[in-house]
């Protein structure tokens, strides 16, 4: 067994308890629920550790802890990251692509420019990450926390984010084609000319969302939440928007050509200069 001041990749290639350890300054024979303890403990402080552009591809690492490692550029592909930790971690340009992080703990961590095509990060903690310009096309992201991240200019397409939190998220320009948002929450979030072509939003929570110029032609709002959206010169053309609550939404300007508002509530919604006849209006709630 390698430890003490043992090069980190060759410790890593041990497996997650030998890293754990070595990472939290353990003695070799501790059990691992001191490793737990250790990690848990307040002060306790896991060693600086650099393993920028190390080839780690389909490596079975489930568990291990990589808090404020830097992994710039490292090769990740196919690798098993259950549950671990990378809280404040840079993985800048990093290739995660088809990588199972399941239970995976970002928080704060850099992601600009990284690839995770394919990747599986149900329930991830993905708090305040940054994620510009990173690549998660066809990533499940099911129930995962991205509150407050940074995903200006992601590629997010045909990813699937059901129950997804992203309040106060930064999308703007970010690529959301035929994307799945199903019950998301998205209160706040930034979504300048964003691109929904086709997404789905099913009863998504979209209220007070910052909206101008967003692209939703065929997109699917039904039942969704858009109270006090500002929704200034969007495009929602050819999009389902039955049942959907626009209360207070700003649609000035906004393409509402052959969308469907049957049910819809535009209560106080303005519609100033929008692209909308007079028979989609009449298929909304009454206005009292």
Known sequence: MMYGDSDPIAVLRQGAEIWNRWRLGLPPDSEALAVLDALLAPGRRPRPVELRGVVLAGLPLAGAIFTEADLTGCDLRDADLTGCSFVRASLDRADLSGARLPG???????????SLVGAALPSAMLGRASLDGAVLRRASLRAADLTRANLTGADLTEADLTDANLAGAELPSAALHRTTLCR????RANLAWVEL???????????????VGAELVDAVLDRACLL????????????????????????????????DLAGADLLDADLAAAKVTAAQIARARPLD
């Open 228 to 259: 006090g959206a500002n929704l200034y010169s969007a495009n929602l053309s050819r999009a389902s928007c039955r049942r959907a609550c626009l209360v207070g939404a700003r649609l000035p300007e906004a393409d509402l050509s052959d969308a």
């Open 104 to 114: 995976v703990d970002l928080h704060g961590a850099a992601l600009s420019g990284a």
């Open 184 to 187: 998301a929450e998205l209160c």
């Open 197 to 211: 072509h086709g997404a789905n939003l099913t009863e998504a929570n979209l209220a007070r969302v910052e909206a």
